[in-house]
């Protein structure tokens, strides 16, 4: 986001340091929200404080892995994370997420480290957005709406820029009584009596008359894309999936000499790319497709349908795992969840866990009695566990980036791939 700088452009900002260096103010000091809105502009990150709550069915070792996902997703929004703030509650508070108490200390926060918004770890309701943005005076964005705005700004084609736009408008629909507040009533007078509609209702018909455009265009898209996949029938199908920010995009590069994007953001791949590959004398199609997230949207998984039917009519998946993510067995566990709901849980998988060179565990004293954890476990160990052994599904351990055991996935996917060709067209078994 443009942001404001001093109108002699002596100014600078260090890094993600928070020091703000000029000559018209003094130095070290960033200067406020309010006098940045009063300059021209310059790129300058904005601030902002992170907020969760640790409920009955979370664990604060959880609460705190959410939290750095959500400072990561901050970054990749462009923004700077400069405090966290956890509250040990049974459940939310309906009116403000978190307790008075919390709230106050929220404030001070906000004053002291003259952030530019808060950030919270869930999806708010209209009334606690609402009673948020009354007590904090700034602006109040919620997990969702970080979400979106990263899709926004990764969109590129067509295609993705319509899903963000509809996911966008779904979420803002309910949302209108906050931004138009002013407006609620209709205007009086000699003349302006009589039946009509008021600003919001107004806005809230445009805005409902948009979304049935776009989910038109989207129809349209989803035909398309069934003519398309009905071209590639001759073809065995194989589809990445997993969590954000696992390399999938990295190891479609790596399988198929292509040049997909792939940077270490979260949501780096919105469009589906499909690349043919040959292993050996065995051709297939290879498809890169969006990342999960925990808490993903389901305004997303409703709009990038057109998207999620790629996987949902691949004949084998590529489960792609960070093994050095210290909570990847909750990744896992969403990915599969969200297969579950696009009902692509059933397919023949593989998993495939990555970056096996960045794993790293902490190695236990001789003398320390307390019981092993999934942190004390070595590589090894890791390979001769559920994971290799105990799992139904057949299992390689990788690291696209170094090129690691890459000659193992491309045998186990050879396998896979030749079963399914050789039941699907037993009449081209001649071919091995």
Known sequence: MKQPNWKNNKGKFKGQTGVWESENL??????????????STEEVPERAILVSVCDAKSTMERTEECLNELAFLLETAGGIPVKTVIQKLDRPDSRTYIGSGKLDEVVEYKNALEVDFIVFDDELSPAQLRNLEKAFQCRILDRTTLILDIFAKRARTSIAKTQ???????????????????????????????PGESQIETDRRLITEKITLLKERLRDIDRQKVQQRKNRESLVRVALVGYTNVGKSTLMNLLSKSDVFAENKLFATLDTTVRKVVFDNLPFLLTDTVGFIRKLPH????????????????????????????????QIESVNRTLDEIGAADKPTIMVFNKVDAYTFEKKDDDDLTPM???????EMLQNSWLAKENAQPTVFISAA???????????????IKRIHAVRYPYNNFLW
């Open 373 to 379: 954890t999934k942190r004390n476990w070595t590589l």
């Open 26 to 39: 003094d130095k070290g000091k960033r200067p406020t929200p309010q006098q940045r809105n009063t300059f």
């Open 164 to 194: 963000v736009e509809l996911a966008q408008l779904q979420y803002m629909l309910p949302r209108l009584t906050r931004l138009w507040t002013h407006l609620e009533r209709q205007r009086g007078g000699i003349g302006m009596r009589g």
């Open 299 to 330: 305004g997303l998984v409703e709009s990038f349908k057109s998207t999620l039917d790629e996987v949902c009519e691949a004949d084998l998946l590529l489960h792609v795992v960070d093994i050095s993510h210290p909570d990847y067995e909750q």
């Open 402 to 416: 170094k090129r690691q055991n890459i000659d193992a996935l491309r045998s186990l996917m050879y396998d896979e």
